[in-house]
């Protein structure tokens, strides 16, 4: 294989790994403010047992997730050197954001979330819950920002000519604020939460079959599947006002998810099916006007079709097809079992049900690979572009990398990042399997961190 095709499977192999870890953490994140706002409420020492067990999931994750992330930035200056120069102006902005109201904020609370519980005040624990997960989702803020742009650039102009050339801000809240960041944002954002969510359900209903810690895994699963239900639902409408933003802003990419050669009105929407790229042309089951009603809300709107495009400037249809598909279709899974787990958790035979429970256990799998599609869909979707209508994937390799180094690193990083994956999953089986510890459901009044310690 050429540099370039191995550059892309190298970036994009580090990613989908280091995007299994930041979506749980935002997702726990949430949860964990949820029971620890509950605990403090109601002064049920069942949610202070819930909030420290899960606090500790999500410290696994958290690490795991800082130690992937740090290649990707390496990666930058090494295989697209000739990219990060174009982009260092804009990408400099943004990334230095998140490092000053993102991770310094995730990080210097951290330590208190983890180590304070029985040194500080239960409010300004809680404080310092609510500090890490707004820090996790601001780390989300300003890489969907820095992605967002490179699928919708605005507030920029290019400084210079040929290989020197640059982009250099203009207005840096039109970069922040670009056409496709706020509900590219709220999309992802959901999608963590739904990561978070579906982890807390799996691991209660599995607590549930094996009927170990069970009021513990009751209370977590009532959290769990009704944040599941809010943020899967929420999903499906940031994923529609996404659609239509692609619509406007990107409709190749929508051509190829689509499937939709020809520019046409009362395009149907394609349920199921695939792609005929001999003969161009997409066969399966279709409803008739959906896809003008969906991009445009009119029934009859003309939805832009490949044929307005040159073929070097159309995404790879097939790859763009399936994943946008993939990810539609577990997120309509998705809200179909948090339905029916808030169901039967309303009508109280949850329990009894034990192919329900199951399916819970499985469920976590559902928001990770549908994370994983949405991405890949994303991505494949804006090419050939690097930065959308701008640079070309091929102008952003570094001009002195060789196949043979990339080839090398991407095995290395492969053995690497699978042995980071069985300490992942062993210690997080470790947790799960050690369950809740009974300490941690001592009485509130006997805890040794009153608001005012007396001496």
Request: with cysteine.
């Amino acid at each position: 294989m050429d540099v370039l095709t191995l550059s892309r499977i190298q970036f994009g192999a580090t990613i989908a790994f280091h995007y299994l870890y930041p979506p749980l953490s935002i997702g726990l994140g949430l949860i964990l403010v949820i029971m620890e706002g509950l605990w403090l409420k109601t002064g049920n020492d069942l949610y202070h047992q819930m909030a420290r067990f899960w606090t500790r999931v999500f410290a696994l994750t958290f690490a795991i997730g800082v130690a992937t992330g740090i290649v990707m930035e390496f990666e930058f200056g090494t295989n697209w050197a000739s990219y990060s120069r174009f982009v260092g102006d804009v990408f400099g902005s943004a990334l230095a954001a998140e490092g000053i109201f993102a991770f310094f904020l995730e990080s210097g609370f951290l330590a208190v979330l983890l180590f304070g519980w029985e040194k500080v005040g239960r409010k300004l624990h809680f404080f310092s819950t609510c500090m890490v997960a707004l820090g996790a989702h601001f780390s989300a803020v300003w890489i969907v920002v820095a992605n967002s742009w490179m699928q919708t650039p605005a507030g920029y102009h290019i400084v210079g000519e040929g290989l020197k050339a640059r982009a250099e801000v203009t207005d840096f809240w039109q970069v922040v604020f670009n056409p496709s960041s706020v509900e590219r944002l709220l999309h992802t954002v959901c999608g963590a939460w739904c990561a978070g969510a579906f982890l807390v359900v799996s691991v209660s209903a599995w607590y549930l079959l094996k009927q170990r810690h069970v009021a513990f895994a009751r209370a977590s699963l009532k959290v769990g599947l009704l944040v599941a239900l809010g943020a899967s639902l929420l999903q499906g409408f940031t994923g529609h006002v996404s659609a239509q933003g692609v619509a406007k802003n990107q409709p190749a990419k929508l051509a190829a998810f689509e499937g939709l050669y020809q520019t046409t009105s009362n395009a149907p929407l394609v349920i199921a099916g695939w792609v005929d790229e001999k003969n161009e042309r997409t066969v399966g089951l279709t409803m008739p006007y959906l896809l003008s009603f969906l991009a445009h809300n009119d029934f009859h709107a003309p939805v832009t079709g490949l044929d307005a495009f040159k073929p070097a400037d159309r995404p790879p249809v097939t790859a763009s097809f399936i994943f946008f598909h993939g990810m539609v279709g577990i997120g309509f899974a998705l809200i179909g079992v948090a339905l029916l787990g808030v169901w039967c958790l309303y009508r109280g035979n949850l329990n009894q049900s034990r192919w329900l429970l199951w399916l819970l256990v499985f469920s976590v799998l559902g928001p990770q690979l549908a994370n994983q599609l949405g991405w890949f869909a994303a991505e494949v979707g804006r090419q050939p572009w690097l930065v959308y209508g701008v640079m070309r994937t091929p102008e952003g390799l570094s001009a002195v990398v060789k196949a043979n180094v990339v080839l090398t690193s991407l095995i290395l990083f492969t053995v690497i990042y699978f042995l980071l994956f069985s300490v992942f999953v062993f210690l997080l089986n470790d947790k799960i399997q050690h369950g809740p510890d009974d300490a941690d459901l001592t009485p509130a009044g006997k805890l040794a961190w009153p608001e005012h310690k007396t001496h």
